[in-house]
């Protein structure tokens, strides 16, 4: 099958896209207000994009809180999501007012940043303190605004628990997490496959 996207007329029950670009990480996004209130969110529009130095993004679609309070305050946090805490993942991505306390609504531990002043979720297994960056408007093709907003971030802290850390690695399988795969779906992983990569030519 084929379908052009202005159309859309994939015939199918579910658009489709969102599916193929699968699975996701899950950024569990932690942020205050000017007003002093916390906010908790997860994002499937998230990874990292540079290592030196260490950033990551999170889109929004639509003008949601977690972009509010990023570029307000010019800070935030990511949580790790692990299998364990799905429900409560879950439970903070409910739409709620602006002020509303997710942490409370989801059961979870509301932790200050050492670095930062935005909040984490204490019972994560890895979390990334993180400064603002750069936030940007997608544009389509024709130059115009989207309602997709990109918030980057600057790594300036790591958190680990000792539970995940094997053999001298963040592991993992220890850490379990879970993957938006599309519609309803998610997924955890599989064994890992380790795969070096080929030596450049001469290097040997």
């Known amino acids: 099958m084929f379908y052009d996207t202005e159309s859309n007329a994939h015939g199918m029950v579910h658009d489709p896209f969102k599916a193929i670009v699968a699975p996701r990480p899950i950024g569990w ?3 205050k207000g000017r007003d002093g209130s916390r906010n908790l ?3 499937s ?3 990292a994009v540079g290592d030196r130095p260490k950033m990551i993004m999170f889109s929004s679609s639509g003008r949601k809180d977690s972009l509010r309070n990023a570029e307000e305050t010019g ?4 949580s790790f999501a692990s299998r364990t805490l799905l429900e409560k993942v879950s439970r903070s991505s409910a739409a709620v007012p602006y002020g509303t306390d997710e942490f409370a609504l989801a059961g979870l531990t509301a932790v200050d940043g050492r670095l930062v002043a935005a909040p984490y979720v204490g019972e994560a297994v890895a979390v990334l303190e993180c400064r603002v ?3 940007t408007t997608l544009k389509d093709i024709d130059g115009m605004d989207t309602d997709s907003h990109v918030v980057f971030g600057q790594v300036v802290g790591v958190h680990i628990d000792e539970s995940v850390i094997r053999d001298g690695r963040f592991d993992l399988a220890l850490a379990d997490p879970i993957l938006r795969a599309g519609y309803m ?4 992983i599989s064994p890992l496959i380790q795969l070096a990569r080929p030596s450049a030519p001469g290097r040997g």
């Open 41 to 43: 969110s997860p994002y």
């Open 29 to 31: 996004i932690g942020t």
């Open 133 to 135: 960056t750069l936030v």
């Open 185 to 188: 779906d998610y997924a955890g």
């Open 75 to 78: 800070v935030f946090t990511t």
């Open 45 to 47: 529009f998230f990874n």
